[in-house]
């Protein structure tokens, strides 16, 4: 995918959006048994919108420029948008009023010091940070624990969309409701794609989704968007099995993009237990691995002292 046309994503948006309501649903009569649209037509949405048809038909060819807030908010009403698709939608209408503009690359993010030390201190949940695309840019001890195996892929950041999309069979047998996974990842990833039209990095992420993974192609045309929202996740860890998590998700008012990430279980619950179980292991991992590199630095200094 080398660029992501905005006219080209608010006639796909529009459209599919327009598919998905039937007439009853909006409150209309459905004249005549054979309707040759599916959900409904443009003329009905423009009747619900309250403009006309040759100018909701220009939104939906693509141009929402010069589209004030009452319309965009007629027009979410009219399609029934929940709050993810309308902000989308104001995303897409503020692309078209500024069409263009430079792909860029976005700097390296490195997280601060000072919020490493944050996620450190979360000692009995797994903690982590990152951003838009799905990128791991820093976790606790126990979030590299749980993620083991998103981490065993060497590039980095690790990024959590490859894993699902990429890595299946790994990610089908780590994430309990993996289709649900896969469908959020997607729906994410082209919600950010609305804010951030321009990333590079992001279009060259959904290019390489795209071009080995049927089931992103899939997802990814279904127009679906969704917020970082608090939830449930449940995962099948290798080391201490199932765990039933809360999630967490808390956007960083000083980090623009970022959000963190905090996994937890209700005390005395079987997750609960798991986790501790989890927390003991990536100890006793941590404290191998401190002693074999300081045995290496020992061997190390004998053999430039001979």
């Given at each position: 995918m080398a660029t992501m046309d905005p006219r080209t994503e608010i006639r796909e948006f529009l459209s599919s959006r327009r598919a998905r309501i039937a007439p009853a649903q909006a409150g209309l009569p459905a004249y005549g048994g054979n309707r040759r649209v599916k959900g409904l037509r443009r003329e009905e949405v423009a009747l619900l919108t309250g403009v006309s048809v040759d100018y909701y038909a220009r939104m939906e060819r693509g141009s929402l420029a010069g589209a004030s807030d009452g319309v965009l908010d007629a027009l979410a009403s009219a399609l029934q948008?929940?709050?993810?698709?309308?902000?989308?939608?104001?995303?897409?209408?503020?692309?078209?009023?500024?069409?263009g503009g430079p792909r860029r690359r976005r700097p390296a993010v490195t997280v601060r010091s000072t919020l490493q030390q944050v996620l450190d201190a979360i000692s009995g949940a797994p903690a982590w940070i990152g951003?838009?695309?799905?990128?791991?840019?820093?976790?606790?001890?126990?979030?590299?624990?749980?993620?083991?195996?998103?981490?065993?892929?060497?590039r980095r950041p690790a990024n959590t969309a490859r894993f699902v999309y990429l890595n299946p069979e790994a990610a089908r047998e780590l994430f309990v409701d993996y289709d649900q996974i896969a469908g959020a990842v997607a729906a994410k990833l082209r919600m950010e794609a609305g804010r951030n039209p321009h990333d590079e990095e992001l279009i060259?992420?959904?290019?390489?989704?795209?071009?080995?993974?049927?089931?992103?192609?899939?997802?990814?045309?279904s127009q679906d968007v969704?917020?970082?929202?608090?939830?449930?996740?449940?995962?099948?860890?290798?080391?201490?099995?199932?765990?039933?998590?809360?999630?967490?998700?808390?956007?960083?008012?000083?980090e623009p993009g970022l959000h963190l990430n905090v996994y937890t279980a209700p005390a005395g619950t079987p997750t609960a237990d798991n986790l501790t179980l989890l927390a003991s292991w990536a100890a006793t991992r941590q404290a191998t691995a401190a002693e074999l590199e300081a045995r290496n630095g020992q061997t190390d200094q004998c053999h430039n002292d001979h």
């Open positions: 948008l929940d709050e993810a698709e309308r902000d989308h939608l104001f995303h897409l209408a503020r692309r078209s009023a500024v069409p951003n838009g695309r799905y990128d791991v840019l820093a976790m606790n001890q126990l979030a590299r624990a749980l993620y083991s195996p998103v981490l065993a892929d060497p060259a992420l959904v290019g390489e989704l795209s071009t080995s993974s049927e089931l992103f192609r899939q997802r990814w045309a969704r917020l970082h929202r608090s939830g449930r996740k449940r995962v099948r860890h290798p080391i201490v099995g199932r765990l039933d998590l809360d999630v967490e998700t808390l956007e960083l008012p000083a």
